[in-house]
C-alpha cells in the first residue's frame, strides 16, 4: 500500500505518472475502480490490518491526535487480532517493510512496550519507520525494535525505497533459504508519496517540463484518459476546481515555474518508488514463486495530500503550522534543489485537486471519493483466470478476510486466549470470478474529523465540507449540524449530481443509517479539531524534568518538548585534554531544531526556525573551555504569549558562570519528518551548518537533564 497517491496518479488509473510495475500487475489481474480507504494514513492502516472498522479498532484518527474516548485511543485491540498474527498462528512466515502509524505515540520508545510495534502485531521481520513521515534521504528506520542508521545516505538513489526493496529481497532469500516450503505473507507499505517529496535527481529529471500545462489542463486530460481506457464510465461528469484553489492561468510565471518542477519531484518519487517495487516482483518471479503468489496492490492509502497548501512548501512541517513562513522568492531561489536533501517539499493543492480525478477533494475528507476512492489492482495467477476492470464498492477492511479465503484460513474466534470482536470487512474473492457478479458490501459508514458519509446499496449521503482541508483553522458551529449532500453513485460515479432536495426522504432514511453504524462503531464524540490536539497523549501527566545517563536516540513523540516552552538544558560533562568538540545534545534537525554543542572547546546554542538563513539563530561564547568535569547549562526563556512566531532569550553558563546571552527570534513549529532527540550526536539532517568534522562529541558526558516548563 502506497501512501497519499490519489485516484489519478498513476498511469494504471489514468494518471500522468507512468507505473509500468502496476500495470503490468493490473494486466494479469484485475483493476478495482471502486475500492475505498477512510481518508487518512493510521485509520486505513487500522482497518487494513485488522479487518475491522477503523474507530472499532481505536484508530478514528491518525495516532498524533489520540484522544481518551474509545473510537480515537490509536491502541489497536487484542480482540482485533491483525491478518499477521493470524497467518503466522496459521504456518507463515511474516513480515513488514515501511511504514508503521499505528503505534500510540507514548509506545514509541526503547522501553516499549512493543505490542502494537509491528513484532507485536504478528509481524516475525519488521524493517521501517514508526510514525507519519520521514526524510526520505534520512530515514529514521526501526529494524524489529532497533533503531538503525543508515549511512549511505544524501546522494544518487540512497534513499528510504530503495533501503526496502533491498531488505525485502534479502528477507524473502532468507526465508526460502531456511524454509523453501513455508508460504509467506509480506506487507509493504514504504511512505511514499507522503511528505517530504523527495527522490533521486535522476528520476525527477524524466519529468522535465511534463507538467507544464498546470493543474486544469492535467486534470481535463486525466479524465478523458479514465474514460477512453474504460476506467471510468464514459457518462462521468465531474466538479468544478474548489473554490479557493487558483486558476493556473492566473499564477505568475515564477509561481507556475515552481509548481511545476514540485510536481516534476512528486512524479520522479512514484516513478522510483514503482520501480524499486518492480525489483520485488521481479526476484519474486526469478524465484519461481509468481504464479501462486496472491498481490494485492492499494495505490494510495487515502486521497493525494492539500498539505502544501496553495503555494506548496519547501519545508512541509513548517507551513502546515505557518503558511507565512515562507515567501514566492524563496520558493522559486530553490528550484534547482527540490526533492533533494536540502528540501521537505510538498507541492501545491491545485496538483492535489487534479491528482484525485475525477473525483471531488482530497485526502482529509471522508465524505467525499477523492478523500476515499483509491486505485486497487490484484494479481493471482493461479487463483485468476480472468482480466479486466472489477466494479464492485468495496472497503479497505475486505483485504484481511479476502486473504483468509484465499488462503483457506478461517477467521478465528479466539487469539492468544482473547475472544475476538466482529470481522467488518467482506471478503471480496467473489469478484475474482466474474465482473458481473452482484457486489456483496452493501453498506459502510465514513468518518473523519467531522466529515461524514454512509454509503448502502448504490447511494451516498455526504455532509457538505465545512473547513477547507488545506487549512487548519477550525470553523466554530456545531459539528451535528453540518448540512448533508445525496448522490447515486450508480449513475454517478465522481460524486457531481448533489441529490438532497429531490430525494429528501431517501438523505433522511440514510443518516438515521449512519447514526447508527456510528453508535455501533464508537465514532462518539465527533471532533474536527486538528492542531489543538497534536502529539498530545491523553495517559500520562505532563512531564516535566528528563534525564539521560549517555548518548541515545529519543523519537520525537517522547523527547523533552523544546519547541514551545522555556527550558533548561544542563549537560554533567567531561572535557578531554586536547579541548572539547561535538554534539552534547540536538533535537530535530536542518527543517527545526535546537543544537547544543563545542567548537573549539567554545559552547554554542544553535536554533533554526526552518532552513533559510533567516531562521538560523546562534549564541557563543568567546573563549574555550578547560579540560576537566563541568556543568554547561543553556536556559531559555520563551517570550510571554501565543502564536507560531515567539522566540525568546537563551543563556550559557558553565558551572554556574554566565558566558554568553543572545536573542532567538522565532521558533520552529513543526517537524514534519520527525527527527530524534540525541544526546552526543546529530545524526539526523544536522541542526547547525557549523559542526565542522567533530559530531559525536569527543569528551564523556556523564548526564544531561532537560526541565521544561509547561
Known amino acids: 500500500m502506497t501512501d497519499d497517491v490519489g485516484f489519478g496518479v498513476a498511469s494504471t488509473f489514468g494518471g500522468p505518472v507512468p507505473?509500468?510495475?502496476?500495470?503490468?500487475?493490473?494486466?494479469?489481474?484485475?483493476?478495482y475502480n471502486r475500492f475505498h480507504t477512510t481518508a487518512l494514513c493510521s485509520p486505513s492502516r487500522a482497518a487494513l490490518l485488522t479487518g475491522r472498522?477503523?474507530?472499532?479498532?481505536?484508530t478514528g484518527v491518525v495516532t498524533d491526535l489520540a484522544t481518551g474516548y474509545p473510537g480515537y485511543t490509536s491502541i489497536i485491540p487484542k480482540s482485533a487480532a491483525t491478518i499477521a498474527e493470524v497467518l503466522r498462528q496459521n504456518g507463515y512466515s511474516t513480515s513488514m517493510f515501511g511504514k508503521h502509524h499505528n503505534v500510540p505515540m507514548w509506545e514509541e520508545t526503547a522501553a516499549g512496550p512493543f505490542d502494537h510495534w509491528p513484532t507485536g502485531l504478528g509481524f516475525e521481520y519488521f524493517y521501517g519507520f514508526i510514525g507519519g513521515a520521514t526524510n526520505q534521504w534520512h530515514p529514521n528506520l526501526?529494524?524489529?525494535?532497533?533503531?538503525?542508521?543508515?549511512?549511505?545516505?544524501?546522494?544518487?538513489?540512497?534513499?528510504?525505497?530503495?533501503?526496502?526493496?533491498?531488505?525485502a529481497i534479502n528477507w524473502l532469500?532468507?526465508?526460502?533459504?531456511?524454509?523453501?516450503?513455508?508460504?509467506?505473507?509480506?506487507?509493504?507499505?514504504?511512505?511514499?508519496?507522503?511528505?517530504?517529496?523527495q527522490a533521486p535527481k535522476e528520476w525527477i529529471e524524466r519529468f522535465t517540463g511534463e507538467f507544464d500545462q498546470g493543474w486544469d489542463v492535467l486534470h481535463a486530460e486525466t479524465v478523458a484518459?479514465?474514460?477512453?481506457?474504460?476506467?471510468?464510465?464514459?457518462?462521468?461528469?465531474v466538479t468544478s476546481r474548489p473554490e479557493g484553489i487558483p486558476a493556473w492561468a492566473d499564477l505568475s510565471s515564477e509561481r507556475k515555474q515552481v509548481a511545476a518542477r514540485m510536481m516534476e519531484v512528486y512524479a520522479g518519487m512514484i516513478a522510483f518508488q514503482d520501480a524499486q517495487i518492480g525489483r520485488v516482483l521481479d526476484e519474486i518471479s526469478r524465484m519461481g514463486l509468481e504464479d501462486n503468489t496472491l498481490v494485492i496492490f492499494i495505490e494510495g492509502d487515502n486521497g493525494t495530500s492539500p498539505e502544501g497548501g496553495i503555494e506548496g512548501s519547501t519545508n512541509s512541517g513548517a507551513t502546515i503550522v505557518d503558511r507565512g513562513s515562507e515567501d514566492g522568492s524563496w520558493r522559486y531561489s530553490q528550484l534547482?534543489?527540490?526533492?533533494?536533501?536540502?528540501?521537505?517539499?510538498?507541492?501545491?493543492?491545485?496538483?492535489?485537486?487534479?491528482?484525485?480525478?475525477?473525483?471531488?477533494w482530497m485526502k482529509g475528507v471522508a465524505s467525499h471519493l477523492g478523500g476515499t476512492r483509491n486505485g486497487l489492482v490484484v494479481s493471482w495467477p493461479a487463483g485468476i483466470r480472468q482480466r479486466g476492470v472489477r466494479t464492485q464498492f468495496h472497503y479497505i477492511t475486505d483485504i484481511m478476510p479476502t486473504i483468509l479465503e484465499a488462503a483457506r484460513v478461517p477467521a478465528p474466534d479466539m487469539v492468544n486466549g482473547v475472544p475476538q470482536q466482529r470481522m467488518d470487512g467482506i471478503s471480496f474473492a467473489y469478484s475474482f470470478k466474474s465482473a458481473k457478479v452482484p457486489e456483496r458490501r452493501h453498506t459502510q459508514y465514513f468518518e473523519l474529523m467531522g466529515n461524514r458519509a454512509l454509503y448502502h446499496d448504490g447511494w451516498l449521503a455526504a455532509t457538505t465540507p465545512q473547513r477547507l482541508?488545506?487549512?487548519?483553522?477550525?470553523?466554530?458551529?456545531?459539528?451535528?449540524?453540518?448540512?448533508?449532500?445525496?448522490?447515486?453513485?450508480?449513475?454517478?460515479?465522481?460524486?457531481a449530481k448533489n441529490l438532497a432536495d429531490r430525494y429528501p426522504q431517501k438523505l433522511e432514511s440514510l443518516k438515521l443509517l449512519w447514526e447508527k453504524q456510528a453508535r455501533a462503531n464508537s465514532v462518539y464524540p465527533l471532533d474536527d479539531s486538528t492542531l489543538s490536539r497534536l502529539r498530545h497523549n491523553p495517559y500520562k501527566a505532563a512531564r516535566n524534568s528528563y534525564t539521560y545517563w549517555g548518548p541515545v536516540r529519543i523519537p520525537d513523540a517522547s523527547a523533552p518538548p523544546l519547541r514551545d516552552r522555556s527550558f533548561t538544558l544542563i549537560a554533567d560533562v567531561e572535557i578531554p585534554a586536547n579541548g572539547g568538540e561535538g554534539v552534547l545534545a540536538a533535537s530535530g534537525g536542518h527543517f527545526g531544531g535546537w543544537g547544543f554543542y563545542?567548537?573549539?572547546?567554545?559552547p554554542i546554542a544553535v536554533h533554526r526556525a526552518s532552513q533559510q538563513k533567516r531562521d538560523y539563530f546562534e549564541v557563543k561564547t568567546t573563549s574555550p573551555l578547560s579540560p576537566g568535569r563541568m556543568k554547561i547549562t543553556y536556559t531559555f526563556a520563551i517570550d510571554a504569549g501565543a502564536g507560531a512566531k515567539r522566540g525568546g532569550e537563551l543563556a550559557i553558563r558553565v558551572d554556574g558562570v554566565e558566558l554568553a546571552k543572545g536573542r532567538i527570534d522565532r521558533l520552529a513549529s513543526f517537524d514534519e519528518a520527525q527527527e530524534p532527540f540525541e544526546i552526543g550526536d546529530d545524526s539526523g539532517t544536522q541542526v547547525s551548518d557549523d559542526y565542522g568534522a567533530n559530531v559525536r562529541f569527543n569528551g564523556i558526558i556523564k548526564n544531561v537533564t532537560v526541565d521544561v516548563q509547561r
Request: aromatic share 10%; proline share 9%; no cysteine.
Open 469 to 495: 482541508p488545506w487549512q487548519s483553522t477550525v470553523p466554530p458551529g456545531d459539528l451535528t449540524k453540518w448540512p448533508w449532500e445525496l448522490y447515486n453513485l450508480e449513475q454517478d460515479f465522481a460524486q
Open 19 to 31: 507505473t509500468p510495475n502496476l500495470d503490468r500487475l493490473a494486466a494479469k489481474g484485475l483493476v
Open 225 to 237: 484518459r479514465q474514460k477512453t481506457e474504460k476506467l471510468i464510465p464514459a457518462s462521468t461528469e
Open 598 to 602: 563545542l567548537k573549539d572547546g567554545r
Open 173 to 197: 532469500h532468507e526465508q526460502k533459504a531456511a524454509a523453501p516450503d513455508k508460504p509467506f505473507f509480506m506487507y509493504y507499505a514504504p511512505g511514499t508519496a507522503h511528505s517530504p517529496h
Open 336 to 360: 534547482d534543489v527540490l526533492g533533494s536533501e536540502k528540501t521537505l517539499g510538498h507541492f501545491p493543492v491545485g496538483w492535489t485537486w487534479a491528482l484525485n480525478s475525477p473525483l471531488p
Open 142 to 167: 526501526v529494524r524489529g525494535t532497533s533503531r538503525v542508521v543508515v549511512s549511505d545516505t544524501g546522494s544518487g538513489d540512497a534513499v528510504l525505497d530503495r533501503f526496502l526493496a533491498d531488505d
Open 53 to 58: 472498522n477503523q474507530h472499532a479498532v481505536g
